[in-house]
């Protein structure tokens, strides 16, 4: 790749003393500038002879961020360079514009503005997509509108959007009007971001304390005498409209590009027993199932999921 190519990079970095992160490879802190909103991001160095490989773009969760890859990344930078994207909204990148919602299909649309901008002449003009959770839903969202443009996608407990029957449209649009008329309330204030991160150890995909403690600060911002998030608060607000199964479907359908799906033991999907018909949809799919929750990535023992990317990217 030449410049152009290359994200505008600033200091180099460890994110501020978490221990996961302290002894991962060192990165870079990158920013992506587009037509509309400015995205942020890392980059990890790859060795001079892997410089013109195919890049290795890594897409987060919802409202996880790029340092979600933190343990990950590095094992792949001999593959090719590595960049991993805080999704609009998320992490350092920039905020949507009051009055509008953070919808699936924009998040799309910014990586194919960020791959048309940024990465249009890697050798064969296509990139490899990583992505975990809503960044696997957007990677195959992504190469199935723009499959010239992606050499191998992987997802991690991910396959395909969440969706909705039609005959929940309207109440679902009602929903998500409501609560945009009704906005988030107020922002609440931590004392330290170590108390941040042990509130986000809970929920819908628990983190172990040391996994919230190295994804938290990046999505927190000082105020006043604490810290407040940094990620949007809009990001909970109910999406306005949801694709039907039978889209999602025809989505998956459209991927011709090589998928690894890693299904995760104990992830959100490893309790739903209705994923036979997305399997099959996708014509060049490889399964590898490993230990873990949802986050298996970065929390507990990640080299089963360093494994598994690492043999299907090298075994074309």
Not at 88 to 109: C, K, N
Not at 179 to 185: N, P
Not at 262 to 285: F, M, P, T
Request: some cysteine; proline content about 7%; overall charge negative.
């Amino acid at each position: 790749m030449n410049d152009m190519a290359m994200p505008m990079e600033t200091l180099e970095g460890r994110a501020g003393g978490n221990p996961a992160v302290e002894t991962a490879q060192s990165f870079r802190e990158s920013e992506w500038k587009l037509r509309h909103i400015t995205l942020a991001g890392l980059s990890w160095p790859t060795a001079p002879d892997k410089q013109e490989n195919t890049p290795i773009i890594m897409l987060h969760g919802w409202l996880d961020n790029s340092l979600t890859f933190v343990k990950l990344s590095p094992e792949l930078t001999n593959l090719g360079p590595v960049y991993a994207l805080d999704f609009a909204g998320h992490g350092q990148s920039g905020h949507r514009p009051e009055g509008q919602s953070y919808l699936l299909m924009d998040y799309v649309a910014d990586l194919a503005e960020l791959v048309e901008r940024y990465f249009q002449e890697t050798p064969d003009g296509r990139v490899n997509l990583v992505g975990h959770s809503l960044g696997g839903i957007v990677g195959a969202l992504y190469a199935a509108a723009f499959p010239e443009r992606v050499r191998n996608l992987v997802m991690i407990d991910s396959l395909g959007a969440l969706s909705r029957p039609a005959g929940e449209t309207i109440p679902q649009l009602r929903k998500a009007i409501k609560k945009r008329i009704a906005g988030s309330g107020r922002q609440v204030v931590y004392p330290d971001v170590a108390t941040a991160a042990k509130a986000r150890e809970g929920g819908l995909s628990p983190l172990s304390p040391e996994t919230a403690l190295t994804l938290i600060p990046r999505n927190m911002k000082p105020e006043g005498d604490g810290y407040v998030w940094q990620t949007d608060s809009r990001l909970r607000h109910p999406s306005p409209l949801m694709m039907t199964e039978e889209q999602v479907l025809a989505s998956l359908e459209a991927i011709d590009t090589r998928v690894l799906f890693i299904r995760a033991d104990q992830g959100l999907l490893s309790y739903r027993k209705d994923l036979d018909q997305r399997v099959e949809a996708i014509a060049n799919l490889q399964i590898v199932n490993v230990p873990g929750g949802h986050h298996c990535h970065l929390d507990g023992e990640t080299g089963p999921v360093v494994t598994a990317i690492r043999q299907f990217l090298e075994n074309e």
